[in-house]
């Protein structure tokens, strides 16, 4: 039996329809769901604990309320320097992912040796020592077998623990999203200024650019409400974005439709300006960067760059891009940042855009300035490594099935590569012997069916999940992860922080059913699969308790974690003391990247085309977006989200749907060059004639997720991989995913 669909159903018939607000009542949930131990005199009384949000990088504070030992209500922590006493809509629907009845409840087993996307599996339930035994018996075969870089890796390397479990491993095969997301922004940040910085000093800028990144629609709070308070205070916002109703172009001074993949020769036109108008920070520039020593060639480089021959391809008016590059320098300080996927990873220029916005914002004079982008000061928190320090770890040493061994930037990060995966794995048939995944959708990939392919051929895969995504039904055996509600870490502040400042992450309920904390899954399956790793000089296991105080001791929050609860975070206001060298090195920041260079590499941001154009089959850019109410495929089956958006459409230009004879609400076949998917249209005056948008994250075909199944179509269909020779061959420094980097047709269904 599918103990699975058993236990939804009876969490269904005794909820009802409790979960349509973001609210739980206190007593519907009692005999179904495991509570926190509350004493009885105090079982009616609410009780308001700190911890944070972990949906997305800026881990919020927040306040969550528990009665009856249910949790009931979350809120914004008002002294967190991100959040700033706000969430956003979906770490407010935190009940809906506590008690989603779809959950991932047991240790479970496949029965049915046919896998596939959308085909039973045969769950059936087994013990955590069951589900642990086997997967440990099938990890060590396979390496005994066939080397350690047969065990394919997806996920994250953090936490610590994780990445203590990945290095007893020792496979060069691990791969997360970071090419679809940030992964070139981090190789040039790292090369050019001499390290990753989240941190945006919006709140303190007098002038702000963006290009295509939509800061206000993103629903990240601390960046969202830093520009909406930038501009209360009088500062213009300029945004670029061929989509009108983005968010920060609704409250942009400046709306400028730009043509999809045209940021780059915006971006060095305005540099173009400023170096032949000398209008950059001279004491910034000529102290503190590289600029003195290769002026000649920065200055020889940019020439070409002029605004009219950037209009002929942007579309932006030579003459706007003109005046922007003189406001941008001259009405600051001023700002143009760079986040993730927009504009990192859209395109195959990605890479070269984030260098030259780089650029744009060391001429303003900005980097590690108030209004700019700075290094965070945060508290050194030790990893557990260091706590508990391991023998020596395995060499990794063998084959990286995508490549990444070519490409010496890429392989010194030792991340990302989903967009070459389903080619690596073509291209290397049989090597990959098992996979172990965690928190990932087959989704998550550029289309979808083709790495779904390739994955299912795998022997045998271990997925560790929350929810019972597409990607378990490419597993045989499931191990079913605690919630962030559920669990206990210390999060310090990076994405807004001036000064340090540590939120505490806490159990607000118990994991619920059987469900366990990723670090408590990994320290038992290490006790069996590679005990020498995870004891300790005497003998022991690690107590994950230790180090968490240990932690919480020498990064200075507290005698104890226990005492760190208790406060629920730690602040150390201080001055802002700008950088006056910056970690590269010679100390100062690289406009001019040799290193680049001598790689073969372009040293300055050379222009490039994106990598599909329209034509006479597929005449339209295709744009997406993830909704603010998601974080892309992973929330949409939260009943609170998902009732406010559920699924998805196709946005169409009215004009362009008026010469098509589609009216509202006519489903319209959407194809490109690798697939094609079936939507409602969606008339509007907010997107370009050129351009048709599709919101990410809908389409789930997993039919546990009874909430998100079936709503929608998957934009990722419509958008192709890559491989590593497509990288090479353009000389892509940061290995850009091309996310969105697609062109389609549309006509009625």
């Avoid at 998957?714 to 192709?720: C, E, F, N, R």
Wanted: proline share 7%.
């Amino acid at each position: 039996m599918n103990t699975l669909d058993a236990n939804r159903r009876e969490f269904l018939k005794t909820s009802g329809t409790a979960l349509a607000g973001a609210a739980v009542l206190p007593g519907f949930l009692d005999g179904i769901v495991r509570k926190a131990s509350v004493p009885g005199a105090l079982a009616d009384t609410p009780t308001t604990l700190i911890s944070d949000c972990a949906w997305c990088g800026s881990a919020c504070g927040m306040k969550a309320t528990v009665t009856n030992g249910a949790l009931t209500f979350v809120e914004g922590l008002p002294e967190d320097i991100q959040g700033g006493g706000k969430m956003c809509a979906k770490g407010k629907a935190a009940t809906g992912y506590l008690y989603d009845p779809d959950r991932l409840k047991y240790p479970m087993k496949r029965t049915n040796p046919v896998k596939g996307v959308g085909v039973d599996a045969g769950w059936v339930r087994i013990t955590w020592d069951e589900a642990l035994d086997l997967a440990t018996a099938k990890l060590k075969e396979t390496i005994e077998k066939n080397g350690r870089d047969s065990v394919m890796i997806l996920g994250l390397a953090n936490p610590d623990v994780w990445a203590r479990f990945q290095n007893c491993i020792g496979t060069s095969n691990r791969f997360d999203h970071w090419d679809e997301c940030f992964l070139a922004n981090r190789v040039v940040s790292t090369n050019v200024i001499g390290g990753f910085v989240w941190g945006h000093d919006f709140a303190n800028a007098k002038y702000i650019v963006t290009f295509g990144w939509d800061v206000v629609g993103k629903s990240k709070v601390v960046w969202a409400r830093a520009v909406t308070d930038a501009k209360k205070k009088g500062a213009k916002i300029v945004s670029f974005n061929p989509y009108k109703a983005a968010g920060t172009s609704v409250v942009a001074d400046e709306a400028i439709s730009i043509r999809p993949g045209s940021d780059l020769a915006v971006v060095n036109a305005m540099i173009h300006v400023i170096l032949a108008e000398n209008l950059y920070d001279k004491a910034f520039v000529e102290g503190l960067t590289n600029f003195p020593q290769y002026e000649t060639e920065i200055r020889a480089h940019f020439a070409p760059y002029t605004p009219e021959w950037a209009e002929a391809l942007s579309d932006v008016p030579a003459e706007t891009i003109t005046r922007i590059a003189r406001e941008f320098a001259t009405h600051g300080p001023a700002i143009a940042p760079i986040h993730k996927k927009t504009p990192s990873a859209n395109y195959a220029n990605g890479s070269e855009t984030t260098f030259a916005i780089t650029i744009l914002n060391v001429l303003a004079g900005t980097i590690d300035r108030p209004s700019g982008r700075y290094f965070p000061r945060t508290h050194t928190i030790p990893g557990i490594d260091a706590i508990v320090p391991p023998p020596a770890y395995p060499t990794k040493s063998g084959v990286d099935i995508v490549g990444r061994h070519r490409h010496p930037f890429l392989k010194a990060v030792g991340s990302g590569m989903f967009s070459c995966l389903a080619d690596g794995l073509r291209k290397n048939p049989g090597k990959i012997q098992m996979g172990i995944i965690t928190r990932y959708s087959t989704m998550a990939f550029p289309n979808p069916p083709e790495v779904e392919a390739e994955l299912k051929k795998i022997p045998f895969t271990v997925v560790c999940d929350i929810f019972p995504n597409e990607i378990i039904d490419l597993a045989d055996v499931v191990l079913p992860s605690a919630l962030y509600l559920e669990v206990s870490d210390l999060v310090a502040r990076d994405h807004h922080a001036p000064y340090k400042m540590t939120v505490v992450r806490q159990p607000v309920v118990p994991p619920q059913f059987e469900t366990k904390p990723l670090g408590s899954i990994l320290l038992a399956w290490g006790l069996k699969a590679f005990p020498e790793y995870w004891k300790n000089p005497d003998g022991t296991p690690i107590n994950m308790g230790y180090v968490l105080d240990e932690k919480t001791k020498r990064a200075g929050l507290g005698a104890n974690f226990a005492e760190m609860k208790a406060k629920g975070f730690v602040k150390e206001v201080a001055p802002f003391v700008p950088r006056t060298t910056f970690p590269t090195a010679s100390g100062k920041i690289n406009i001019y990247v040799k290193a680049f260079a001598d790689a073969g590499f372009e040293p300055l941001p050379t222009w490039k085309q994106k990598r599909d154009v329209p034509s006479s089959q597929y005449p339209f850019y295709l744009l997406t977006i993830i909704p603010p109410m998601h974080i892309r495929n992973t929330t949409e089956n939260n009943r609170i989200t998902n009732e406010i958006k559920g699924t998805n459409e196709v946005f169409i230009n009215v004009q362009t749907a008026r010469g098509l004879g589609i009216s509202e609400g006519d489903t319209i076949k959407v194809r490109s060059r690798v697939g094609e998917i079936q939507v409602p249209a969606r008339l509007t005056e907010a997107i370009r004639p050129d351009c048709v948008l599709v919101p990410h994250g809908f389409g789930h075909q997993s039919r546990l997720m009874t909430a998100a199944y079936g709503k929608g179509a998957k934009d990722a269909i419509l958008v192709p991989g890559q491989s590593m020779d497509d990288i090479l061959a353009r000389k892509d420094v940061g290995g850009a995913a091309c996310i969105m980097d697609a062109v389609v047709s549309i006509a009625k269904a």
